[in-house]
């Protein structure tokens, strides 16, 4: 397992799901984890976890498509550790629907979060970054920014922006010795899923749920814990080499699907 010693972590949207897994895994590795999420609950109960395992890790409450709440987070987490070395860009919302059917309200909100989130962490955490002579960045997209989903007008839009982030971070601050890549999943078995099954078809629920994993040709939704272990690699010292790039996660959907 790479190693993380001496490293501080911010993860936005850690508290649940692939970010509490991303959390959990780097304050394994040694970091010291800054969780960035508006759910307090379940925040709490990520640092209760990490706590409990032995790692060191910190909530700070952040509405990540408000600039005031990133800036006051970021700073908090600087005062609280000491230095930030690594932002992952993990929070986002998701949407379903058509160019048609989605409203502006809808679009605006995915916007506003998937898109605006990330730009305004890149804006408060990449001058730290600077001033510590470097640093990683790692962005959430989806294999919905790289291909055509069904239905996912609005959310293909938000990852493909995020795609395109990513390559900019890249370049501009490849001087500054900051690396900045992207993990494109497909689908993630994650408390959302759950949610959207229950609400969605509460009598079939797991005749859906099995339909929906058979769409990964390896049979099976990722789990994640593996999304965190790709990350854990992308954002460690044994991928020194790797910036500008995206990495499927994908159960091989976008090469093997009939």
Do not use: W
């Given at each position: 397992?790479?190693?993380?010693?001496?490293k501080?972590a911010?993860?936005?949207?850690?508290?649940?799901?692939?970010?509490?897994?991303?959390?959990?895994t780097?304050?394994?590795?040694?970091a010291?984890?800054?969780?960035?999420?508006?759910?307090e609950?379940?925040?709490?109960?990520?640092?209760?976890?990490?706590d409990a395992?032995?790692?060191?890790?910190?909530?700070?409450?952040?509405?990540?498509?408000?600039?005031?709440?990133?800036?006051a987070?970021?700073?908090?987490?600087?005062?609280?550790?000491?230095?930030?070395?690594?932002l992952?860009?993990?929070?986002g919302?998701?949407?379903?629907?058509?160019?048609?059917?989605?409203?502006?309200?809808?679009?605006?909100?995915?916007?506003?979060?998937?898109?605006?989130?990330?730009?305004?962490?890149?804006?408060?955490?990449?001058?730290?970054l600077?001033?510590?002579?470097g640093?990683?960045?790692l962005?959430?997209?989806?294999?919905?920014?790289?291909?055509?989903?069904?239905?996912?007008?609005a959310?293909?839009?938000?990852?493909?922006?995020?795609?395109?982030?990513?390559?900019?971070?890249?370049?501009d601050?490849?001087?500054?010795?900051?690396?900045?890549n992207a993990?494109?999943?497909?689908?993630?078995?994650t408390?959302?899923v759950?949610?959207?099954?229950?609400?969605?078809y509460?009598?079939?629920?797991?005749?859906?749920?099995?339909?929906?994993?058979?769409v990964?040709?390896?049979?099976?939704?990722?789990?994640?814990?593996?999304?965190?272990?790709?990350?854990?690699?992308?954002?460690?010292?044994?991928?020194?080499?790797?910036?500008?790039?995206t990495?499927?996660i994908?159960?091989?959907?976008?090469?093997?699907?009939?």
């Amino acid at each position: 397992m790479s190693s993380l010693d001496r490293k501080t972590a911010l993860v936005t949207g850690g508290g649940s799901g692939i970010g509490r897994a991303i959390s959990e895994t780097f304050a394994a590795a040694g970091a010291s984890v800054g969780i960035l999420d508006l759910d307090e609950a379940s925040a709490a109960e990520t640092v209760s976890a990490i706590d409990a395992a032995g790692g060191k890790a910190a909530f700070f409450r952040c509405d990540v498509s408000d600039a005031a709440s990133v800036n006051a987070a970021v700073e908090g987490a600087k005062a609280a550790f000491g230095r930030l070395d690594i932002l992952v860009n993990n929070a986002g919302v998701a949407h379903i629907g058509t160019a048609t059917s989605t409203g502006e309200s809808d679009f605006d909100r995915v916007m506003r979060v998937n898109v605006k989130g990330v730009y305004l962490c890149l804006q408060a955490v990449l001058p730290h970054l600077v001033e510590g002579g470097g640093g990683v960045v790692l962005n959430l997209s989806s294999i919905a920014a790289i291909t055509g989903l069904r239905d996912r007008f609005a959310y293909s839009a938000s990852k493909g922006a995020v795609h395109t982030m990513t390559l900019s971070i890249a370049a501009d601050y490849l001087q500054h010795g900051i690396r900045c890549n992207a993990i494109c999943p497909a689908r993630v078995h994650t408390p959302f899923v759950d949610g959207y099954l229950a609400k969605n078809y509460p009598d079939n629920r797991d005749e859906m749920f099995e339909k929906l994993s058979k769409v990964q040709p390896i049979g099976r939704m990722a789990r994640p814990d593996e999304v965190a272990k790709l990350a854990l690699y992308l954002c460690g010292d044994d991928a020194s080499y790797i910036t500008a790039q995206t990495f499927n996660i994908d159960g091989g959907y976008m090469n093997l699907r009939n």
